[in-house]
């Protein structure tokens, strides 16, 4: 069985079947951890490709194969931190544009619209549809810790370099993340004893 270092190795090289090794044992990895992040299939399939993109033409550039997680994941979150920006200001122009549209749109509209869409190869219950609800609420510094550590099982120092910042930013951030989240959850009355899920 091939190494991960070395199929990055022969990959960097250029050997184009080995890249494609990696895209099929990452793809769903990333893919699944751009739409916990933006919440919406099409664009995490969009996302995920230009992350892929990205790799390919940067994977030269990894000078140690051990990075390759937290690197990849780094691009990934700056093209999911590149798309909140993006809505963002579309959001703020669309209101200047428009400034009674403002008044049209209720604080549950909202939260609707950034529900997690489940993907269709697995049914996810109503409580991870709440869960990922909130998690699209947080800030996107939090809710890129909060996914990473929580759902792809990153240690500390692995969050810390795929965002470039030190673990105990990483830790504070996790913790306000986590904080939030168990404020909204018991609000609905869904503590630790409810679910399988460490806040």
């Known amino acids: 069985m091939i190494s991960a270092d070395?199929?990055?190795s022969r990959a960097q090289k250029g050997d184009e079947k080995a890249f494609n090794q990696l895209v099929n044992y990452w793809y769903k990895r990333?893919?699944?951890y751009v739409l916990k992040y933006c919440a919406e299939e099409d664009l995490a399939t969009d996302l995920a490709q230009k992350t892929f993109i990205a790799v390919f033409k940067n994977?030269?550039?990894l000078k140690n194969p051990d990075s390759f997680k937290p690197w990849i994941y780094r691009i990934a979150t700056n093209f999911c931190h590149e798309e909140a920006r993006r809505q963002a200001r579309n959001k703020m122009h669309?209101?200047?544009q428009n400034p009674e549209e403002e008044k049209h749109t209720s604080n549950q509209a909202i939260a609707e619209s950034r529900m997690f869409n489940p993907e269709r190869s697995f049914q996810q219950?109503?409580?991870e549809k709440?869960?990922?609800k909130h998690i699209s609420e947080l800030p996107d510094e939090q809710r890129s810790v909060v996914l990473m550590k929580e759902y792809d099982?990153?240690?500390f120092h692995e969050i810390a370099e795929a965002?470039?910042?030190s673990e105990n930013t990483v830790k504070t951030r996790l913790y306000r993340g986590l904080k939030f989240l168990k404020k909204r959850l018991e609000e609905q009355n869904i503590t630790k004893e409810t679910i399988h899920y460490e806040l």
Do not use: D, P, R
């Open 59 to 61: 994977l030269k550039k």
């Open 153 to 155: 099982g990153f240690k």
């Open 125 to 127: 219950t109503e409580l």
């Open 30 to 32: 990333i893919y699944n």
């Open 6 to 8: 070395h199929l990055i």
């Open 130 to 132: 709440i869960i990922f």
């Open 163 to 165: 965002l470039s910042t």
């Open 94 to 96: 669309a209101i200047a």
